[in-house]
């Protein structure tokens, strides 16, 4: 059964870095895109990024880029989500996501990830 | 980026109605269109792929039609169910972009 277990609830303030992350399982791990969603309080989804395991080629949203990095290991089929410097508008729930080649859909989802950013 | 534009945003239909939601690209991206199910606290769920084509598993009274710029998610019969939110989401290019969702509610 192929599943994504994200890591739980995070709580930090404003300027704190965060690492969340993401493992796969129940597929060939290195064989699919492995994406993030953030969807905001109340909001709709929006698509932030996404790796290739197998070699780390990484795409971000130019919403995003330079906000947030994306990672990789493929050693443990895990991805990761990471932040330098919170800030309150990063409360979110994140999301990460499969996806296969080209130009086909995100298939599974993880449970997503409440981070909360408050002084 | 491409823009996706859903209509309505929200909707109340009664259990038994069938339902209509349109999403709109600002440019043409031939079939690449996917649609999600997102119900309250839980992560979405793909129904749709490719425009057309229904994700294993989910019910057949799902479907969906279109290409180009113009698509629709119909629901025949609608059941307590289907009560959610829903989103379109292209898959032509990066980055890829959602709908901003559709809500639907109960009568």
């Known amino acids: 059964e192929v599943q994504l277990v994200q890591s739980g609830a995070e709580v930090k303030k404003p300027g704190e870095s965060l690492k969340i992350s993401c493992k796969g399982s129940?597929?060939?791990?290195?064989?699919?895109?492995i994406g993030w969603v953030r969807q905001m309080p109340g909001k709709g989804l929006e698509w932030m990024g996404i790796i290739y395991p197998d070699d780390s080629d990484t795409r971000y949203s130019p919403s995003f880029q330079g906000q947030v990095t994306i990672s990789a290991d493929k050693s443990i089929s895990t991805a990761y989500l990471q932040w330098s410097s919170l800030k309150a508008s990063d409360t979110a729930m994140y999301y990460c996501v499969r996806q296969d080649s080209g130009w086909l859909p995100f298939d599974y989802w993880g449970q997503g990830t409440l981070v909360t950013v408050s002084s | 980026d491409i823009q996706m534009t859903q209509s309505p945003s929200s909707l109340s239909a009664s259990v038994g109605d069938r339902v209509t939601i349109t999403c709109r690209a600002s440019?043409?991206?031939?079939?690449?269109l996917n649609w999600y199910q997102q119900k309250p606290g839980k992560a979405p769920k793909l129904l749709i792929y490719a425009a057309s084509s229904l994700q294993s598993g989910v019910p057949s009274r799902f479907s969906g039609s279109g290409s180009g710029t113009d698509f629709t998610l119909t629901i025949t019969s609608l059941q307590p169910e289907d009560f959610a939110t829903y989103y379109c989401q292209q898959s032509y290019s990066i980055p890829r972009t959602f709908g901003q969702g559709t809500k639907v509610e109960i009568k």
């Open positions: 129940g597929y060939s791990f290195t064989s699919y895109w």
């Open positions: 440019q043409s991206i031939s079939s690449y």
